[in-house]
């Protein structure tokens, strides 16, 4: 179908109570889907299954960003509620963040957090977005450790609980940044890295923070019309060393979900008659959609996304727009749990 696919084209059904509320009791315990790029052929197993899939020699590239408590509930001016949630901040100390109700929060008023500080809405950014400047007694990281929550995704219809706060993150989680988790890692243990190196896999670790807008739907129907929200990233010198070495001797890298693949792909700088990755950091928009040329990952990990979305189309321009579509109405036949908390698919 090329390039005049549509965001109506990534629509499809679903049962809501496919929805996974909760993580499984255990991690490693989803089930797993796995596609095959070139023949479309899909096959059932459970995620343990996926070391098994890896060969000595192959790169399991990791997003090492950590969530932090984002969601902060605070009182307006009139002593009623109000909800920010923080995305990222900006060089001249005010933060950007996302607020609820946004018809009573413009320009010039103020949110408290009882008398630890306060928050004035500086700027309207567009896209959803403020510009905060916070003042008082705590700072931001403050005001987060204090009155912060997870910042569960929307389609999640419960508030955050305590355990939570471990599970919706992945336990390779070191660099604070994110306000959602990377989802596709949620589902390794320690054990489980360490059986994967133990094969002679080489591991990995970039950073990309995640914004909310991985939660937004495409709604124009032209996704070249699509704005992303723009999301920091770092490519460590020993990550680009280890995955130019795999490029050069022509083994594969897996890219531990759709975050990772962006970073990766964002980095991608020509060498030669190949394609390398530059070490580095900086703000990424890229926006991955059929057709995509896929220059550095091999292979890619993730979770099932919501229809209409940025991470559905990734994955889509990965495997192909039919091959996707077709696992992903298989998946929800088989009555697999869908997004954050939900199953694994892999792509090889």
Known sequence: MGNRLRASDFEYEFPRETI??????????????????????????????????????????????????????????????????LVHPEPDGTWLAMVHPGGKLKVGRRVSFGDDGEAEIVEVVGGGLRRLRFTGRLDPAGLMERYGAVPLPPYIERPPEAADQERYQTVYAAVDGSVAAPTAGLHFTPETLERIAGRGVELTETVLHVGPGTFKPVEVEEPERHRM???????????AAVINRAKAEGRRVWGVGTTVTRTLETAATPAGDAWAVSAGSGWTDLFIYPPFE????????????LPRSTLLMLVAAFAGYEHTMAAYRDAVSEGYRLFSYGDAMAIR
Do not use: C
């Open 229 to 239: 929200h723009a999301e920091w990233y770092e490519v460590p010198k020993q990550a």
């Open 294 to 305: 896929f220059r550095i990952v091999d292979a890619l990990l993730t979770n099932f996304h």
């Open 20 to 85: 996974a509320q909760h993580p499984l009791p255990e991690r490693g315990a989803s089930r797993l889907l796995v596609l095959e790029r070139e023949s479309g052929a899909v096959t059932h197993g459970h995620f343990g299954d996926f070391t098994e899939m890896l060969e000595p020699g192959d790169v399991l590239v990791l997003n090492s960003s950590r969530v932090i408590p984002a969601r902060l509930t605070a009182r307006r001016e009139s002593g009623r509620e109000a909800e920010i949630l």
